[in-house]
């Protein structure tokens, strides 16, 4: 951190100064002298690009920022794997977590309980449903299943069949894209059925239903998925086993919005496989929660307002701060843009 970001922190703790002052950030790209920490921090999954993605880049923004960062651990997608984690990570002296809680409603008791011992969390990506993080760093999903919705809204001009590969709706990411994208249909575009489709996150499930969708409506030309790192791979597989991968612009092209902003969705983009996806920005998740959990462990706080790194912090309700972060509609108008997290990380 620089000198420069340590006294503006400095100036609006002690004056109470304005919003956009008090959330400054630009220190976290500069490092410390000092190390600060140890600092847990529990990857939620290895089986999605996405996350895979997020996972290389919190060693290196961590070495950024000054972070003596602990070993971290995977919960692979359970709950219980990481409540025992967290356990451990506390046990062996963290002084703040980051997490990625995929079910935000069972980690509330955790969360609780850390807060009594004084040990702050980050959560990454969720937000969890009780408990009171110090702050959550996510885009807003909701915008995603809007995007989408806008999105093959107008390129399907309103009419037609489009399947919805729902993600975990015990997770708040779930249900804020499939409520939004479902809510958007609804008062939009009305002559589109739409067809939800639970999938937990798993490829597997997805490119199932996907099969059994396309055999009762042979007429499908739509499909939102709601994760391209778990969903990619799978849907185009399925498509071109059943003759129903057609390059972009030609007749029977099957529209197709993700969202994750991978490079193997940039590369499906360029050949015509897919329309479009939402970035979401696995760089800067990594980025910001440990930037958050450095300020935590050095006593810092912050309000609602806009930030200096072109997010929002938000009040999302009874204290909670949340940094909603930009996530960008990528199209084949764009997709070469090299300030996309998805252009600068090996495929």
Same mark, same amino acid.
């Given at each position: 951190?620089?000198?420069?970001?340590?006294?503006?922190?400095?100036?609006?703790?002690?004056?109470?100064?304005?919003?956009?002052?008090?959330?400054?950030?630009? &220190?976290?790209?500069?490092?410390? %002298? @000092?190390?600060?920490?140890?600092?847990?921090?529990?990857?939620?999954?290895?089986? #999605?690009?996405?996350?895979?993605?997020?996972?290389?880049?919190?060693?290196? +923004? *961590?070495?950024?920022?000054?972070?003596? /960062?602990? #070993?971290?651990?995977?919960?692979?997608?359970?709950? !219980?794997?990481?409540?025992?984690?967290?356990?451990?990570?506390?046990?062996?002296?963290?002084?703040?977590?980051?997490?990625?809680?995929?079910?935000?409603?069972?980690?509330?008791?955790?969360?609780?309980? /850390?807060?009594?011992?004084?040990?702050?969390?980050?959560?990454? $990506? !969720?937000?969890?449903?009780?408990? @009171?993080?110090? +702050?959550?760093?996510?885009?807003?999903?909701?915008?995603? @299943?809007? =995007? &989408?919705?806008?999105?093959?809204?107008?390129?399907?001009?309103?009419?037609?069949?489009?399947?919805?590969?729902?993600?975990?709706? %015990?997770?708040?990411?779930?249900?804020?894209?499939?409520?939004?994208?479902?809510?958007? +249909?609804?008062?939009?575009?009305?002559?589109?059925?739409?067809?939800?489709?639970?999938?937990?996150?798993?490829?597997?499930?997805?490119?199932?239903?996907?099969?059994? $969708?396309? !055999?009762?409506?042979?007429?499908?030309?739509?499909?939102? +998925?709601? *994760?391209?790192?778990?969903?990619?791979?799978?849907? /185009?597989?399925?498509? =071109?086993?059943?003759?129903?991968?057609?390059? *972009?612009?030609?007749?029977?092209?099957?529209?197709?919005?993700?969202? $994750?902003?991978?490079?193997?969705?940039?590369?499906?983009?360029?050949? @015509?496989?897919?329309?479009? !996806?939402?970035?979401?920005?696995?760089?800067?998740?990594?980025?910001?929660?440990?930037?958050?959990?450095?300020? &935590?462990?050095?006593?810092?706080?912050?309000?609602?307002?806009?930030?200096?790194?072109? %997010?929002?912090?938000?009040?999302?309700?009874?204290?909670?701060?949340?940094?909603?972060?930009?996530?960008?509609?990528?199209? =084949?108008?764009?997709?070469?843009? =090299?300030?996309?997290?998805?252009?600068?990380?090996?495929?």
């Amino acid at each position: 951190m620089d000198k420069r970001s340590i006294l503006t922190v400095a100036v609006c703790v002690a004056l109470a100064g304005t919003l956009a002052a008090c959330n400054r950030g630009d &220190a976290a790209g500069g490092g410390d %002298s @000092g190390s600060v920490g140890p600092i847990g921090v529990d990857f939620p999954r290895a089986d #999605t690009d996405f996350w895979n993605s997020y996972n290389k880049y919190v060693p290196t +923004m *961590a070495k950024d920022l000054g972070i003596n /960062l602990m #070993t971290p651990t995977n919960s692979q997608n359970d709950i !219980t794997k990481l409540v025992s984690n967290v356990q451990a990570l506390t046990a062996q002296g963290a002084k703040a977590i980051v997490m990625a809680p995929q079910d935000t409603g069972a980690i509330a008791s955790t969360i609780t309980q /850390l807060n009594q011992q004084k040990i702050p969390v980050v959560t990454v $990506d !969720t937000r969890p449903d009780k408990g @009171g993080a110090y +702050m959550v760093v996510r885009a807003d999903n909701k915008a995603y @299943g809007e =995007k &989408a919705c806008k999105y093959l809204g107008e390129k399907l001009q309103g009419k037609g069949k489009v399947v919805e590969f729902e993600g975990d709706l %015990s997770s708040i990411n779930g249900r804020d894209r499939s409520e939004a994208f479902g809510d958007c +249909m609804k008062q939009n575009y009305p002559g589109i059925t739409v067809l939800a489709e639970p999938t937990n996150w798993e490829g597997a499930k997805a490119s199932a239903a996907l099969q059994t $969708d396309l !055999t009762a409506n042979p007429d499908i030309n739509g499909i939102y +998925m709601q *994760a391209g790192g778990a969903f990619l791979a799978a849907t /185009l597989q399925l498509l =071109k086993s059943t003759n129903h991968l057609i390059p *972009a612009g030609q007749p029977g092209h099957i529209t197709i919005v993700s969202n $994750d902003g991978i490079p193997q969705e940039f590369d499906a983009i360029r050949q @015509g496989q897919i329309d479009a !996806t939402v970035s979401q920005p696995a760089d800067l998740y990594a980025k910001w929660a440990l930037f958050y959990a450095k300020a &935590a462990v050095e006593g810092k706080t912050f309000k609602p307002g806009a930030t200096d790194h072109n %997010s929002t912090i938000l009040d999302v309700g009874g204290g909670q701060l949340e940094d909603q972060l930009p996530a960008p509609l990528v199209t =084949k108008d764009n997709v070469d843009d =090299k300030s996309l997290w998805g252009n600068q990380v090996a495929k």
